[in-house]
Nanobody, 128 residues
Framework: QVQLVESGGGLVQAGGSLRLSCATS????????VGWFRQAPGKEREFVAA????????YYADSVKGRFTISRDNAKNTVYLEMNSLKPEDTAVYYC?????????????????????WGQGTQVTVSS
């Protein structure tokens, strides 16, 4: 069982920055690809960014490319999402998710069904 806990959300002005963290106590977390997704009120959950188990492969949604950076520290069992130049349209609940069904996967994508463990989410609100 993998329990994911997101933190770092909050209220920020447009143009500001936040860093989200996704942490777990599971020893095998470092074997899994991890993705960040978000869901705004009244909208479907959408992909934001993903990172392979080793951190060598990353993938971003076009809407955040160049502004967000995903990274991981496997020694700390933590994945990060650095968000810069935030826009009001980035306002959403942000979720991290892990794919434990295909450990050591090097190619990552933004398909929601690829991820079988999900956190509870952290709210990010960007004011204009």
């Amino acid at each position: 069982q993998v329990q994911l806990v997101e933190s770092g959300g909050g209220l920020v002005q447009a143009g500001g920055s936040l860093r989200l963290s996704c942490a777990t106590s599971g020893r095998t977390f470092s074997y899994y690809a991890v993705g960040w997704f978000r869901q705004a009120p009244g909208k479907e959950r959408e992909f934001v960014a993903a990172i392979s188990w080793s951190g060598t492969s990353t993938y971003y949604a076009d809407s955040v490319k160049g502004r967000f950076t995903i990274s991981r520290d496997n020694a700390k069992n933590t994945v990060y999402l650095e968000m810069n130049s935030l826009k009001p349209e980035d306002t959403a609940v942000y979720y991290c998710a892990a794919d434990s069904l295909r450990p050591f996967r090097t190619a990552v994508a933004g398909v929601t069904s690829d991820y079988n463990y999900w956190g509870q989410g952290t709210q990010v609100t960007v004011s204009s």
